[in-house]
């Protein structure tokens, strides 16, 4: 298997890899791996303070109320991007060498948890705005400042705060699996397709589709300067022209007059590869540990097989 990164990519959390010498059964072990076996931190535990707050600068009185069930915070804050550090050594919780032998109540250290707080308020009574909304950005770290919220992810809303209402808690972050929960899968839309070269092999009768004025994704139009000696095979153009040719396609119309003036061919054991993450780790990070993830998985097979075999 031979993988390398399509040109242009990637494009800001958004990922396109072409994987040649390879099959589709392997690339989607990799598709599986990526999904479920790559591991990064999200929120799994919140504890909320329920009561009543004394607002001493204004005297007003704040309850713990608002628009949401505790539940519903807690999933919302459990799928907020947080950062993560492969290389800062935190442990999963059952494999923490301080924690793994602590019932479940205990369990939590430096090692193996990063602490969010937050205690935000609603406005006062004699504020002109009539509610205020909560975000992640409004959380605070009070461990390592490398989990810090990414400023691109600190304005996603969690909850909004009528006057009177006020939201405090303390959250915990722990290492996982997105086997075990979607809030610790590290990429989503994780699909993959073959890899086409295209042919012009009308180009007379490309018009029909040249005419359209239609565009690729980088703006250039969709004509016959996108083939050279009546080929294309850079991997976005094809995309794009696979896209396109649906306006040409059974059922437009036009398929009879454009008489497959432009031809898709497969390439062998060529793939294209595309995921998106959440942010909480660089695309380029996803795929090298998930290939790390594969390559520990069957060693270990390979292990086992010796052991049963010797």
Avoid at 50 to 65: A, K, M, P, T, Y
């Amino acid at each position: 298997m031979k993988a390398s990164v399509v040109e242009g990519y990637p494009q800001g959390n958004k990922m396109k890899v072409l994987i040649e010498d390879t099959d589709a059964s392997q690339v989607n072990a990799l598709r599986r791996a990526i999904m479920s076996d790559v591991p990064k931190m999200a929120i799994s535990k919140v504890m909320f303070t329920l009561g009543v707050n004394q607002d001493n600068n204004h005297d007003e009185i704040f309850e713990s109320v608002n628009a949401l069930p505790d539940e519903v915070i807690a999933h919302r804050l459990a799928m907020i991007p947080i950062p993560t550090q492969p290389d800062e050594g935190m442990a999963f919780p059952d494999e923490c060498e301080s924690c793994m032998d602590l019932a479940e109540e205990d369990v939590g250290c430096p090692t193996c948890q990063v602490l969010y707080t937050l205690n935000v308020q609603g406005p006062s009574a004699d504020s002109d705005e009539p509610f205020r909304v909560v975000r992640a950005g409004d959380l605070t770290n009070v461990s390592d400042p490398l989990f810090d919220i990414s400023e691109d992810m600190q304005s996603i809303p969690i909850t909004y705060l009528a006057q009177g209402q006020f939201l405090e808690f303390i959250a915990f972050a722990t290492l996982g699996r997105g086997r075990d929960h979607a809030k610790w899968s590290a990429a989503s839309a994780v699909t993959f397709q073959p890899c086409y070269e295209a042919e012009l092999k009308k180009p007379k009768k490309a018009s029909v589709l040249f005419d359209l004025n239609l565009k690729t994704s980088d703006g250039r139009p969709i004509d016959a300067k996108l083939f050279t000696s009546k080929k294309c095979s850079d991997i976005s153009t094809v995309l794009d022209l696979e896209k396109a040719l649906h306006q040409v396609g059974h059922g437009t119309g036009r398929d009879a007059d454009f008489d497959d003036a432009i031809v898709l061919t497969k390439v062998d054991g060529s793939f294209v590869f595309s995921y998106e993450t959440d942010g909480s780790l660089a695309p380029e990070a996803v795929f090298n540990m998930a290939i790390e993830e594969l390559k520990s998985r069957f060693t270990n097979l390979g292990e086992d097989l010796d052991r049963a075999f010797a």
